[in-house]
């Protein structure tokens, strides 16, 4: 069983309830959380529902930990979380619809969960056909959360050896990005740093990522491609690769994590 450290996580709920506040208004999406799995065995959370986290965690379905090991990517709870503990969930807190995203870094991994009410069917759509904003808000919140996360990594709490290894929809997504400003915000995470780029330069490195010459992607941004090479230089520069073979391999191996889906 996971003992949750009340002291950090506790204390910062409100703080995460923030952060996630104009997703929620918008999407009526009503839990999120964030955490981290160490090959040591430790790790930490963030979270919006205290004791949904409560419940989970003393379920008798998950008191020796998860009994699934997910691959990384992005997972529906229906397909892998017990049906009675969702049963309960969906009854008593109201989290239904629930999607959990698993990245794997070189030295951890992270694993975001978002749910919502059983009404709030539409969400689905949102999860299938708008990924690039689910990831983007998660690079959104690792930004504006980076003091919390700094601080719970650097204390790591203990966990059982087997939980560690483990209105118009387009309309409303557009809503919620203006409002936070995600359209203008891209982030790559390198070896656990957040690297802020430009939109052009995430718009160059997706197109080099899809195979196209700095000419096509220049004529897709209507732009020359003298201009499409300088922010390339810079988002290598500022990516610590001296060349495009150096940024794709990096990508490739995840040593670069991007907050947006470029494929």
Aim: negative net charge; charged residues 25%; aromatic residues 12%.
């Amino acid at each position: 069983m996971v003992d949750i450290n009340k002291e950090l996580a506790w204390s910062y709920v409100k703080e995460v309830r923030e952060i996630c506040k104009p997703l929620f208004d918008t999407l009526k999406i009503n839990y999120f959380d964030y955490s981290r799995f160490y090959p040591d065995n430790t790790a930490f959370g963030l979270f919006t529902d205290p004791e949904y986290v409560s419940f989970f965690r003393n379920h008798e379905c998950y008191k020796s930990g998860p009994k699934h090991i997910l691959m990384p990517g992005k997972h529906l709870w229906v397909s892998y979380i017990d049906q009675q503990f969702l049963s309960e969930a969906r009854e008593y807190f109201s989290h239904d619809h629930g999607l959990t995203i698993l990245t794997q870094y070189p030295d951890y991994h992270e694993a975001c969960n978002f749910a919502t009410s059983s009404e709030n069917k539409q969400i689905l759509e949102l999860y299938l056909n708008n990924g690039d904003f689910i990831q983007r808000f998660i690079g959104y919140f690792k930004a504006k959360a980076d003091r919390i996360i700094k601080r719970c990594s650097n204390q790591p709490i203990h966990i059982a050896p087997e939980a560690s290894s483990k209105q118009n929809e387009h309309d409303l997504v557009d809503k919620v990005i203006a409002e936070l400003s995600l359209n203008k915000d891209f982030y790559a995470e390198l070896y656990g740093q957040l690297i802020t780029l430009s939109q052009r330069e995430a718009e160059c490195i997706s197109g080099i990522l899809q195979g196209k010459t700095s000419k096509v992607i220049a004529n897709e941004l209507i732009i020359s491609h003298r201009t499409v090479d300088t922010h390339l230089d810079k988002a290598k520069e500022k990516l610590h690769c001296g060349s495009k073979s150096e940024l794709i391999k990096k990508i490739n191996t995840q040593e670069i994590v991007f907050n947006w889906e470029y494929k």
